[in-house]
């Protein structure tokens, strides 16, 4: 199994909702990481989990809470956002962070902020 | 990490080789050269990476000039499957090893 599946692939919310975003992975990697992705600019990154340790915050607003339960589930939360959060927000993992750079994506959670 | 230069569009025949240039001027000696495409409305794809040598494997081949300072990833015979973003990223391989994007080529394959 070499995919990393994030639900759900589409999210329509309002500034006052509260919702969450899911990655899985059963590669055994150690290493996952969230990044957002604006149309037609490249992927940003916003966290990066190291053994379930949050080891990088890039300065991202704490309307985004991240959560890592276990070393397959990786958690985005979401509250009060703003539409100017609508975006593509892709998971990915690695087998550590700092060794190596090849990752692996999901297809991503199309976020919708009204 | 070094900073990439990639052109920001390209065309190339289908059937044809496609070949992406990058220059990566200040690379330093232990970093290697990623590449990553990224097809419409999808994840980021690893393809190839490489510290001196040229490699190859099934998807792509990766030269790397001689002083680092620039690569070019080919695709032998590019399909229309092969139309997305496709990101040159310089990276160490210990430390943080954390990806950072910068703009890619966009590659459009014409029938």
């Known amino acids: 199994d070499t995919e990393v599946t994030q639900t759900p692939k589409h999210l329509v919310m309002g500034m006052t909702n509260k919702k969450s975003l899911k990655c899985e992975q059963h590669?055994?990697?150690?290493?996952m990481y969230w990044y957002k992705q604006k149309a037609k600019k490249p992927p940003e990154l916003m966290f990066v989990?190291?053994?379930?340790?949050?080891?990088i915050n890039e300065s991202v607003p704490s309307r985004f809470s991240p959560e890592c339960p276990n070393s397959s589930l990786l958690n985005l939360h979401l509250h009060a956002l703003q539409p100017e959060d609508s975006a593509l927000y892709l998971c990915?993992?690695?087998?550590?962070?700092?060794?190596?750079?090849?990752?692996?994506f999901g297809e991503g959670s199309r976020l919708t902020v009204l | 990490d070094a900073k990439t230069t990639q052109p920001p569009s390209m065309d190339c025949a289908e059937g044809r080789a496609a070949n992406l240039p990058c220059n990566h001027s200040?690379?330093?000696?232990?970093?290697?050269v990623y590449w990553y495409r990224q097809i419409h409305s999808q994840g980021p794809q690893y393809i190839i990476h490489?510290?001196?040598n040229n490699e190859t494997n099934e998807m792509a081949s990766l030269i790397i000039t001689e002083d680092r300072k620039s690569s070019t990833l080919i695709l032998p015979h590019a399909t229309l499957r092969d139309t997305a973003v496709y990101y040159c990223?310089?990276?160490?391989?210990?430390?943080?090893?954390?990806?950072?994007f910068g703009t890619g080529t966009r590659l459009t394959v014409i029938p």
């Open positions: 989990y190291s053994y379930e340790k949050l080891s």
């Open positions: 990915a993992s690695s087998h550590q962070q700092g060794v190596g750079g090849e990752l692996f």
């Open positions: 990223i310089v990276l160490g391989q210990t430390g943080a090893n954390n990806l950072f």
């Open positions: 200040t690379i330093s000696g232990n970093e290697y």
């Open positions: 590669m055994g990697h150690r290493a």
């Open positions: 490489g510290l001196k």
